[in-house]
Nanobody, 125 residues
Framework: QVQLVESGGGLVQAGDSLRLSCAAS????????MGWFRQPPGKEREFVAT???????YYADSVKDRFTISRDNTKNTVYLQMNSLKPEDTAVYYC???????????????????WGQGTQVTVSS
């Protein structure tokens, strides 16, 4: 099973940017679907973005055109670039990996097998 470690969270102001990193170990993730999810305070975990089939991406409507998911296969790492942050983006952000390849995008929590510990992102107004 792959191990995932997120980093890059923090406290920022509305309009700022952050880049989250998800470093994977135990398995090469370059051809496996990877996802970012978040859990706002008092709410359920929700889908944010996913990448699969080397470079295809899909985003939640709430982050489309502001967030970008990408991979660096040389570092076995997935990133989430977050621009124009809003207070409603405040959440714990989780990286997730599937253990099987696919040709479609996956947005359901149950479709991912491995999870990181999460990193806190707080956006002040």
């Amino acid at each position: 099973q792959v191990q995932l470690v997120e980093s890059g969270g923090g406290l920022v102001q509305a309009g700022d940017s952050l880049r989250l990193s998800c470093a994977a170990s135990g398995r090469i993730i370059s051809t496996y679907p990877m996802g970012w999810f978040r859990q706002p305070p008092g709410k359920e975990r929700e889908f944010v973005a996913t990448t699969w089939s080397s470079s295809r991406t899909y985003y939640a409507d709430s982050v489309k055109d502001r967030f970008t998911i990408s991979r660096d296969n040389t570092k076995n790492t997935v990133y989430l670039q977050m621009n124009s942050l809003k207070p409603e983006d405040t959440a714990v952000y989780y990286c997730a990996a599937r253990s099987s390849r696919g040709i479609v995008y996956y947005t359901n929590i149950r479709e991912y097998d491995s999870w990181g510990q999460g990193t806190q992102v707080t956006v002040s107004s």
